[in-house]
């Protein structure tokens, strides 16, 4: 599989543009049949609480960009998108589209950045999704849900090879975005890739730092703070070899409550 990961400089709440900007840095880029192209979280409006702007209108404006990019591609397109608000909540979601412009996949974050208000916002989810594609099981997350591990352990446990975390990271902490990447990758046996945005909202600066690991925790691309597109290949193949010959994830074990002696 080849993974095409798309670092962006978003325009802030400005959709049509950044439609645009996608077609032009995808516009010289080989795509073979089996490609995964990867866009960041909110890639069309930015981490933006305006309700108004970043949620798509009912003919769900940004996923049709993504079916029709998928089609024109031949490959598999995945990007953070918002969902029509309901009940005046909106939803922060990863969807995907196949080469025939059909839905793979659809993600809601499940840990909302309650630091920024998200919350207040955007309904959380309340579950992975996985999805199939050139050989390998997939599953999407975005941007927060990376500080909390035990969100992905039941990804890996049923079959995701590839783990998937499109995000607008700011560089305040941008650190902690690589090296949880890697414990990821490390800790569920898994290919991960994550995609983040560069450039500036009103509120934060992004470096970047599109990065994507192996199995072993193993670097294959860091971005820089400049849009960019990355590109690399994986074979699931990979994972599963080593999670035959390292099989961590069946010494898994559920634990509840506290152990050991309670005082008196």
């Not at 080849?2 to 645009?20: C, K, S, T």
């Not at 918002?82 to 025939?100: H, L, Q, R, T």
């Amino acid at each position: 599989m080849q993974i095409v990961a798309v670092q962006l400089d978003i325009q802030w709440e400005d959709r049509a543009a950044n439609h645009e900007k996608v077609r032009s840095l995808l516009s010289n880029q080989e795509i073979t049949p089996d490609t995964l192209i990867i866009l960041p979280e909110m890639f069309d409006a930015g981490f933006s609480m305006n309700l108004a702007t970043s949620a798509q209108s009912e003919v769900r404006e940004s996923e049709k960009f993504l079916a029709d990019l998928a089609q024109e591609k031949g490959a598999v397109v995945l990007g953070g998108v918002v969902a029509p608000v309901e009940n005046d909540m909106g939803s922060n979601e990863a969807v995907a589209f196949d080469a025939n412009g059909n839905e793979l996949v659809r993600y809601r974050k499940m840990q909302p950045f309650t630091i920024g208000r998200e919350d207040q916002f955007y309904e959380a989810g309340n579950g992975y999704q996985l999805f199939e594609y050139a050989g390998a099981t997939i599953s999407p997350f975005i941007c927060y849900d990376l500080r909390f591990p035990e969100v992905f352990r039941p990804a890996a446990a049923h079959g995701a090879e590839l783990i998937v975390v499109i995000a607008s990271w700011p560089h305040v902490r941008s650190e902690h975005w690589v090296r949880l990447l890697q414990a990821r990758a490390i800790e569920n046996l898994a290919f991960v890739v994550g995609v983040n945005r560069c450039g500036a909202d009103p509120d934060h600066q992004y470096d970047g730092r599109s990065v994507a690991f192996d199995p072993h925790g193993n670097c294959l691309f860091e971005a820089d703070g400049k849009e960019q597109v990355c590109v690399t290949k994986i074979d699931p193949d990979e994972a599963r070899d080593w999670r035959a010959r390292f099989p961590a994830l069946k010494d898994i074990r559920a634990f509840d409550g506290v152990s050991g002696n309670r005082p008196s």
